[in-house]
């Protein structure tokens, strides 16, 4: 019965699992899956899944007493009014909780994604313990009560003590047997996320909207590439700064824009936090391409050529688009970086334009199609 029912529930993984593949651009544009997310998982609804449910006979037939007669209908007021019942058939609502990493598996597999190969030896070794043998001493906690019981019975056999027909087995002291563990050291990949965003006036709601459900994606899949990651945000107009994740996506400001700043407060950040020797770095901006001038754009491609291209894995630039602004800087970038400064993994700078929600879908192969 348990191995039935087992694998019904993985049929009905399997089934969710390709709904969710069906319809994952449309998923990739829900907003309300992020209010949804939880420690590891969300909750997606999909349509058209009915939960099974036992049902038992006929509900139409049987027997009953009392008032009436045969044809009456029981337990009903007859409807007033000029307003009818609908004829159409409901679309049936389930919410599925999904996983993160299994969500972050169906991206890849429909995006095609390789699995992220971390840059050279940026690893941190980590101290675990390892539960590898038994021993006849130890704390209570780490009995095994298993071994204590065969030890016991060996005990007994060996003493002629052990009476087949009454069989009775009490451990004594020196039958019980405790795990025992060493200390291994485990790689741990490492990598950190930091998240620019243009917050002046020319960026609105549409355009943070895109931006969240873009990094809400790219999280996700980093999150699955790496066993430790660190995301770090930062805003600017004319002036950058690190905020939290919550500021991030809901601050608003009304004034210019000099890209060099957020360039400049995160070359500062991974200088004071980030060994590039210790951890794969990815820095993502989003902007609507407007900055102040020329000059600052000569600043921000000086910034990325002597400090941030060379220690990251990835710098991704997302446009979006925006009616009040230039949507200038990516073409300074082209300009500047032709061949987006590659090394034997393909390029480190890739931009790519995000216009509307389902842009996002092909946004997210862009960047990490290479397995950077």
């Known amino acids: 019965m348990v191995s039935k029912i087992e694998q019904d529930h993985q049929r009905f993984r399997q089934i969710v699992r390709g709904k969710i593949r069906k319809d994952l651009r449309r998923f990739l544009t829900r907003d309300e899956l992020i209010g949804r997310e939880g420690k590891r998982a969300v909750s997606i609804p999909i349509h058209d899944i009915d939960i099974p449910t036992f049902r038992y006979g006929d509900n139409n037939a049987g027997v009953g007493m009392g008032e009436g007669e045969e044809g009456e209908t029981v337990g009903q007021e007859q409807g007033q009014g000029d307003n009818s019942g609908g004829e159409e058939e409901g679309r049936h609502l389930l919410e599925v909780e999904v996983d993160l990493d299994e969500l972050a598996d169906i991206l890849a597999e429909e995006l095609e994604l390789p699995r992220i190969k971390p840059r050279g030896e940026h690893r941190i070794t980590t101290i675990r313990d390892k539960y590898s043998g038994i021993r006849p001493v130890g704390p209570a906690a780490l009995r095994n009560f298993k071994r204590s019981y065969k030890e016991a019975l060996k005990r007994q056999l060996a003493m002629g003590e052990y009476d087949p027909d009454h069989p009775v087995i009490i451990p004594v002291r020196e039958d019980l047997r405790y795990r025992s563990w060493n200390e291994v050291k485990k790689p741990q990949s490492n990598a950190v ?84 020797a210790a951890w794969n770095t990815y820095l993502f901006h989003f902007s609507d391409g407007d900055n102040s001038s020329e000059a600052d754009n000569r600043l921000c491609v000086k910034i990325l050529d002597e400090h941030l291209l060379d220690r990251c894995n990835l710098f991704g630039y997302c446009q979006v688009h925006s009616a009040y602004g230039s949507g200038n800087f990516i073409n300074v970038l082209h300009e500047a970086f032709p061949d987006g400064r590659p090394d034997e993994d393909g390029p480190r700078l890739i931009t790519n334009r995000v216009n509307q929600k389902s842009d996002i879908y092909d946004s997210l192969k862009v960047f990490f199609g290479s397995g950077r």
């Not at 999280?219 to 995301?231: P, Q, V």
């Not at 995160?266 to 060994?275: G, M, T, V």
Request: with cysteine; glycine share 8%; proline share 1%.
């Open 193 to 276: 996320i930091v998240l620019m965003m243009d917050v002046s006036g020319s960026m609105g709601e549409e355009q943070k909207e895109l931006v969240r459900l873009e990094a809400f994606w790219i999280d996700t899949w980093l999150r699955r590439n790496y066993e430790g990651i660190e995301t770090r945000y930062i805003v600017h107009d004319v002036r950058a700064g690190e905020v939290d994740k919550k500021t991030f996506f809901s601050m608003r400001e009304d004034g210019g824009t000099r890209i060099s700043s957020a360039y400049n407060c995160c070359r500062e950040l991974l200088d004071e936090h980030y060994d590039p």
